[in-house]
């Protein structure tokens, strides 16, 4: 009996035959050379009249305060601390 063991076939699930079947069908199939693109232009791509990010000048005006803000809070924050710890 052990002599039959190496010659004994694999068992498989039904599956696996299903699986493999469809396989060899796909590799079957003829395919014709084609020119495929994933993509294509409607337009040719030009560049924005206007700027659609922030404008330099609202955005140096908002810096500015905050920088503002926030030094005079540092001021006060330390100028507060002076006289906390005078006393």
């Known amino acids: ?3 039959h063991e190496a010659t004994r076939p694999l068992v498989f699930s039904p599956n696996y035959y299903q699986t493999r079947q469809n396989l060899l069908d ?3 199939l003829k395919v014709d050379d084609l020119d495929i693109h994933a993509y294509r232009y409607v337009m040719k791509p030009t560049l924005p009249i ?3 990010s922030p404008k330099k000048a609202i955005t140096l005006i908002l810096a500015v305060l905050l920088g503002g803000m926030v030094g005079a809070g540092i001021v006060l924050g330390r100028n507060a601390l002076r ?3 005078s006393k």
Request: glycine share 0%.
């Open 1 to 3: 009996m052990i002599k």
């Open 26 to 28: 796909i590799e079957n």
């Open 50 to 52: 206007r700027r659609d």
């Open 83 to 85: 006289n906390y710890n």
